[in-house]
């Protein structure tokens, strides 16, 4: 488990961050600034983010664990934006930012005069970046919750058995799709204002999120006309690669090529599948995937999973135990990818993202509501 890190610098030192999101999407991107030396302002109301109230679960020191998720590496002041005094700080806040983050309904900002042209009549090098839900136009006045993206954008429709209910995703996928999406669009426009000296609008949405995320799926089905259907855990276009009971448990099989088919077909004491006429080859397979899972799972059924994976591994064969998520924790430390930060009573999962000069550094915990107020956000001499 990784600890608190001391390295000197990161890629982003330098950087002040005006964070006026909420919940996921926009706290999940300003966290990865923050773990890149970014100078996070994480901007509350007077109650703090909602996601301070979802518990439990909490951490040792009662903070909730969804709020501290994503918060780390931040500071917190908590602002009445309803008041003209609260305005008047958040705008000196955002003309002293290099970025500014929100992801209020498209309005909501102008409202309070945060808008994007009012703080760049202010810092003509900002780079604004707006999340929303569904865009600026038409679906400006739909509400942006992860659940109902995932279901009008059609992720629930692919996901689930093909004889049961749509199902959604285990997490909030697509807000953190979004998230991901922000970093990236706040990056660029960075780049771009090294160039230039001038900030720009970085926007970004969920639906257009997911939808770029469906990747083959929606490929599929602009070229075809037809959109795919629910396979439960089986793939659309490769086989086997899907869920299947071994003796005492599931695990999963992801055959990419027919080399590792007849390997798989050698270790399960099968090696005739591989010359079935039916299974020679990945579109066969497709076709005839019902009598392939009967094959591999009669099997399977001959010894416990765990068993199997050990043999699978020896022949390369790409297989893994279908673990919960303290097991897909331990896994992922026992290959030594060093996931866990520990910051005080919270631990969470570090930053995915790895540089071998300026890697991520975990400084502090989730704030406090409000521990940064009476900061005086000055101007900057040269926001550029």
Known sequence: MSEQRNEPRGPLDGVRVADFSRVLAGPYATMTLADFGADVIKVEPPAGDDTRHWR???????????????????????????????????????????????????????????????????????????????????????????????????????????????TKAGVALVDVLCGQNAVNGILLALRERDRTGEGQRVEVNLLHSLLSALTNQAASTLATGRSPQRLGNAHPSIAPYALFRAADRDLVIAVGNDRQFAALATTLGRPGLAEDPRFATNTDRVAHREPLTAEIEAALAAAPAGAWIERFRTARIPAGLVNDVAEAIAFAEALGLDTVVGLGASRTIASPIGLSATPARYRTAPPALDAAAGADWHPRKDPS
């Open 56 to 166: 439990p679960p909490v951490d040792a020191e009662g903070t909730a664990t969804y709020f501290g998720s994503v918060n780390r590496n931040k500071r917190s002041v908590a602002l009445d934006l309803a008041t003209e005094a609260g305005r008047t700080e958040a705008l000196r806040l955002a003309a002293s930012a290099d970025v500014v983050v929100e992801n209020f309904r498209p309005g909501v900002m102008a409202r309070f005069g945060l808008d994007h042209a009012a703080v760049r009549a202010r810092n003509p090098a900002v780079v604004y970046c707006s999340i929303t839900g569904f865009g600026a136009g038409a679906g400006a006045e739909l509400a942006g919750y992860d659940l109902l993206v995932q279901a009008v954008g059609g992720l629930m429709s692919i996901t689930g058995d093909p004889d049961g209910p749509a």
